[in-house]
């Protein structure tokens, strides 16, 4: 009997404990991460996909602060692709550790994704992701003039860099991950929602663009098109809730997709936080399959159908 086909999105934060960002703090949580893989791999092909929210920023500020005439920081397309490296090295050294120790080999592949979108999205008339480091509003200002970038003020903490966040239209990589997956390797994509990339309108070659994909909806869109069996959106809780963090809150654990979308439009859930998350599992159980909201620790248990806010017709 095959195994099920399994997209996991693990969220940027999930490779860091207690807020520490050094690389050996991280790489001591992907090893977690990568044993819990390697051992559901024995019953699931699964692609890993993950968002790079902290990493990328941290890549942005080095670039930034580091910048000069004869070495110019490297746009934003650029830095996604290489926190996509940064993070795959670590979760894929780690799953082939795991194996190694139980005197056992795997196939473990890191691609870097490039995901396409659409040059004329609404998004990039109204960039809304906060990026990068924070300013007064003073240094702020002055960055937009220089740089031609777009501020604005973040929840009293100050100002930032804000971007476009398009959504995913395709996979550029998609026949080489499924050929991937066929060979029976792990594989790890889509990191940190992909590179975001565009089509020439005359030559149709593809060309980076500044932007951030949210990881969820690239996830979702890359489950979708590999014909995943279930996708898991992997978060700090253990279910999506009505009345967050109230006296009153409610975990949720079966939902039709219509139940979903009908607590998204009345906004129980948080943009840029839960909302996407909700959003993205619904649309892939929209298609008959099953999305699922969990906590890494009870991935295992989820992936049973045990766990989690499930989502299904």
């Not at 031609?148 to 929840?155: A, F, L, T």
């Not at 253990?238 to 607590?263: H, I, R």
Request: glycine residues 8%; aromatic residues 6%; charged residues 25%.
């Amino acid at each position: 009997m095959p195994k099920k086909r399994v997209v996991i999105a693990l969220g940027g934060n999930a490779l860091q404990k207690s807020g520490e960002v050094s690389a050996e703090s991280q790489k001591s949580v992907a090893k977690q991460v990568g044993a819990l893989i390697a051992k559901l791999s024995s019953k699931y092909d699964i692609v890993v996909a993950h968002g790079n929210g902290p990493q990328v920023g941290n890549i942005l500020i080095h670039e930034e602060q580091a910048a000069s005439k004869d070495a110019p920081a490297m746009p934003l397309e650029t830095a996604v692709a290489m926190s996509q490296g940064q993070i795959g090295y670590w979760l894929a050294q780690s799953i082939l550790n795991a194996f190694s120790k139980e005197g056992k080999t795997k196939k473990v592949a890191t691609v870097i994704t490039q995901v396409e979108v659409d040059k004329t999205d609404p998004a990039f008339k109204n960039p809304t992701k906060p990026v990068g480091q924070f300013y007064t509003e003073k240094e702020a200002l002055k960055l937009a003039k220089e740089k031609g970038w777009i501020v604005k003020e973040d929840s009293g903490r100050g100002w930032r860099r804000v971007v476009p966040s398009p959504k995913p239209k395709g996979i550029v990589e998609k026949r080489e991950i499924i050929d991937l997956i066929k060979s029976g390797a792990i594989v790890i994509a889509a990191g940190g929602g992909g590179v975001p990339v565009y089509r020439t309108k005359i030559l149709r070659t593809l060309k980076g663009i500044d932007a951030v994909i949210d990881k969820d909806f690239a996830a979702e869109k890359l489950a979708e098109l590999i014909k995943a069996d279930i996708f898991l959106s992997v978060t700090a809780v253990d279910n999506a809730f009505l009345n967050f963090g109230k006296p009153d809150q409610v975990a949720l654990k079966n939902l039709t997709p219509k139940e979903a979308e009908y607590y998204s439009r009345q906004g129980f859930f948080k943009a840029g936080s839960m909302l996407p998350k909700v959003l993205a599992t619904t649309e892939f159980a929209e298609k008959g399959k099953i999305g699922i909201i969990c906590s890494l620790k009870n991935l295992e248990e989820a992936l049973k159908l045990k766990s989690g806010t499930i989502i299904a017709k």
